[in-house]
């Protein structure tokens, strides 16, 4: 018999007041990660959602609003931290008695292993939840308009790059002036009252993600948190709901202004309706679904105040290993590992979380060519990122694996092989592909690599000089489309930043990347950064037309060694 789990999470207030014996659902059966007919989901996962009436969703926004006058909001910050932080101590206490059952549910409804939900999940100290308020509640001055910037203590630095070439210009002299620099950049405050939310199921927990960043946004002075409706996706319904689950026992009041739930988002009624109510819409979806959300939201009658729009479609990442991760006799400090195989497993790693379903995984690495005799080749560092995805895919393997997909590519880099422009360095029976371009490649080729890494395939680039990438490479590759950059830049001497790494970011940011993260931490981004820029920020004001760009660390080896400490833990408990 198939277990049942519901997709959707109402507050209590709500569940006893809208979910009634005669309310319908919606079924949908999944096994290995993949929608079946009824028939065929015997011994797999079912999960089911209400169908709502018009009706229906009316009593939600009142009682939605009805709750935000009276969830006191006193140490909203300090319970909201306790709470998620509770909630993470009882995931990662191996004792629990649920955690193999959500896991095995998770790895049916999701596709992806055991081991890879595991191995993901048992990191999520990674993804800090304490800086969320500090985001959320910064004071910048407009020198961010001109360099990377530290702020209320986060890790890390922040830019902000301002478009519109007239406006560049201006802002560009105006900091030539330290007074000017030193001047707060007094943002309009434009809290949102409701969020409504359009959440992608390519990796779990998005609709999660935009719960933690929409009450995070609550955390300033004098403010309750806002009402957050969240659609969760049909292709991943479950974690969210769970999680939720985790949090109202803990503390119920967090999430008596949130609803998440699955509804047709080509009904226009319903959609005109929740976009009418919403101050803020925000989607991280295909870029056909975004586009049909803003064509619908310029239908709808404007509310009392402008609806502002954030949304996150398709986009792409990469690593960049910068010479002295090649330096020959360079060893980690703790185990004593040569840098070049703690660098590739880190870089692997970024590759096979989620299996490049996501847009934080990294696609191509840009390795920083040396000398032969100083430092390790192209070449080698190739065969230690093979070596580091096989060792991975023993340690989280795909579980639905698409073998087809990698044996076409093998055979297509094999053929193109055969004349000299890239080698390759997997076997036809390996669940990766890993690819050593021989030479530059001019844009068209460029892009049709990026498009093949899927799947666990990654292209290894060499370039002369790390500015090579944003100037030859991603500066041919539309803004809107560059996502994230994992890191091993430097010298790892160095306790702080590397002023060479600092310029790298500041060319990375001007081409449109807008997270820079270490070898390692692509796959989690520091939620006080979000996944894009600095939403934390963009939740709670208006500001002139731009995007940050995030460095997401204060000291980069130190933390790429604290990465490789807990991966090496991992896989020494799992030999």
């Not at 018009?54 to 006191?72: C, D, F, H, Y």
């Not at 943002?187 to 199921?201: E, K, S």
């Not at 049909?292 to 290993?321: C, D, L, N, Y």
């Given at each position: 018999m198939s277990a049942v789990y519901d997709g959707f999470w109402f507050p209590s207030s709500i569940r006893d007041r809208v979910l009634r014996p005669d309310t319908r659902y919606e079924y949908l059966n999944f096994r290995e990660g993949t929608p079946v007919p009824p028939e065929e989901g015997e011994g797999g996962v079912v999960i089911r959602w209400p169908r709502l009436d018009?009706?229906?969703?009316?009593?939600?926004?009142?009682?939605?609003?009805?709750?935000?006058?009276?969830?006191?909001t006193e140490e909203w910050s300090v319970r909201l931290l306790k709470a998620i932080s509770r909630v993470q101590d009882l995931w990662k206490s191996q004792g629990n008695p649920l955690r193999q059952k959500v896991l095995e549910s998770l790895a049916t409804c999701t596709g992806h292993s055991v081991g890879m939900l595991d191995f993901a999940l048992s990191l999520l100290d990674l993804a800090s939840v304490e800086d969320l308020h500090r985001a959320a509640s910064c004071h910048l001055t407009q020198a961010v308009k001109g360099q990377f910037v530290r702020l209320n203590g986060l890790a890390g630095w922040v830019r902000?790059?301002?478009?519109?070439?007239?406006?560049?210009?201006?802002?560009?002299?105006?900091?030539?002036?330290?007074?000017?620099?030193?001047?707060?950049?007094?943002?309009?405050?434009?809290?949102?009252?409701?969020?409504?939310?359009?959440?992608?199921?390519?990796?779990?927990?998005?609709?999660?993600?935009?719960?933690?960043?929409?009450?995070?946004?609550?955390?300033?002075?004098?403010?309750?948190?806002?009402?957050?409706?969240?659609?969760?996706?049909?292709?991943?319904?479950?974690?969210?709901?769970?999680?939720?689950?985790?949090?109202?026992?803990?503390?119920?009041?967090?999430?008596?202004?949130?609803?998440?739930?699955?509804?047709?988002?080509?009904?226009?009624?319903?959609?005109?309706?929740?976009?009418?109510?919403?101050?803020?819409?925000?989607?991280?979806?295909?870029?056909?679904?975004?586009?049909?959300?803003?064509?619908?939201?310029?239908?709808?009658?404007?509310?009392?105040?402008?609806?502002?729009?954030?949304?996150?479609?398709?986009?792409?990442?990469?690593?960049?290993?910068?010479?002295?991760?090649?330096?020959?006799?360079?060893?980690?400090?703790?185990?004593?590992?040569?840098?070049?195989?703690?660098?590739?497993?880190?870089?692997?790693?970024d590759v096979a979380l989620w299996n490049q379903q996501g847009c934080l995984s990294s696609r191509v690495h840009f390795v920083e060519q040396g000398s032969r005799s100083k430092y390790h080749?192209?070449?080698?560092?190739?065969?230690?990122?093979?070596?580091?995805?096989?060792?991975?895919?023993?340690?989280?393997?795909?579980?639905?694996?698409?073998?087809?997909?990698?044996?076409?590519?093998?055979?297509?880099?094999?053929?193109?092989?055969a004349g000299g422009t890239v080698q390759v360095f997997s076997q036809y029976d390996d669940d990766f592909l890993v690819v050593l371009a021989n030479s530059p490649m001019p844009p068209e080729r460029f892009q049709e690599m990026i498009n093949d890494c899927q799947g666990r395939t990654v292209v290894v680039l060499p370039v002369r000089d790390?500015?090579?990438?944003?100037?030859?490479?991603?500066?041919?590759?539309?803004?809107?489309?560059?996502?994230?950059?994992?890191?091993?830049?430097?010298?790892?001497?160095?306790?702080?930043?590397?002023?060479?790494?600092?310029?790298?970011?500041q060319a990375l940011g001007s081409v449109g990347i807008t997270g820079i993260r270490t070898a390692g931490r692509g796959a989690f981004p520091q939620l006080a950064y979000s996944w894009d820029g600095f939403i934390p920020l963009d939740l709670t004001t208006n500001r002139t037309k731009g995007y940050f760009t995030a460095l997401e660390f204060d000291q980069p080896w130190a933390q790429i060694y604290e990465t490789y400490d807990l991966v090496r833990q991992i896989l020494d408990r799992n030999r």
């Open positions: 018009m009706e229906a969703w009316q009593q939600i926004i009142t009682a939605l609003r009805s709750n935000q006058k009276q969830v006191p902000f790059f301002e478009q519109g070439q007239w406006r560049r210009l201006m802002t560009r002299a105006l900091l030539r002036s330290a007074s000017y620099q030193n001047r707060p950049w007094r943002l309009q405050q434009n809290p949102p009252g409701l969020i409504l939310g359009f959440a992608a199921g390519n990796v779990p927990g998005i609709a999660l993600l935009f719960i933690l960043l929409g009450l995070a946004a609550a955390t300033r002075e004098q403010s309750g948190p806002p009402i957050m409706v969240v659609k969760n996706s049909r292709r991943e319904p479950l974690f969210t709901p769970l999680v939720l689950s985790a949090l109202e026992m803990v503390d119920p009041l967090l999430l008596e202004t949130t609803v998440v739930t699955v509804w047709d988002y080509t009904d226009p009624d319903l959609q005109a309706y929740l976009l009418a109510q919403a101050d803020l819409v925000v989607a991280a979806a295909s870029n056909e679904t975004i586009g049909e959300i803003e064509k619908m939201a310029r239908q709808v009658p404007a509310p009392s105040r402008p609806t502002r729009f954030h949304w996150h479609g398709h986009k792409v990442s990469f690593s960049t290993v910068g010479r002295e991760c090649l330096e020959i006799g360079r060893h980690e400090p703790k185990y004593g590992t040569p840098l070049l195989e703690v660098v590739a497993l880190l870089a692997a790693l080749s192209p070449e080698t560092y190739s065969q230690a990122v093979a070596h580091g995805l096989r060792l991975l895919d023993r340690l989280i393997p795909k579980e639905v694996s698409r073998k087809r997909h990698i044996h076409n590519l093998f055979d297509k880099y094999q053929a193109m092989a790390v500015m090579e990438v944003p100037d030859q490479y991603l500066r041919k590759i539309p803004r809107q489309y560059l996502q994230s950059m994992s890191i091993a830049l430097g010298d790892p001497d160095l306790p702080d930043i590397d002023p060479r790494l600092l310029s790298y970011a």
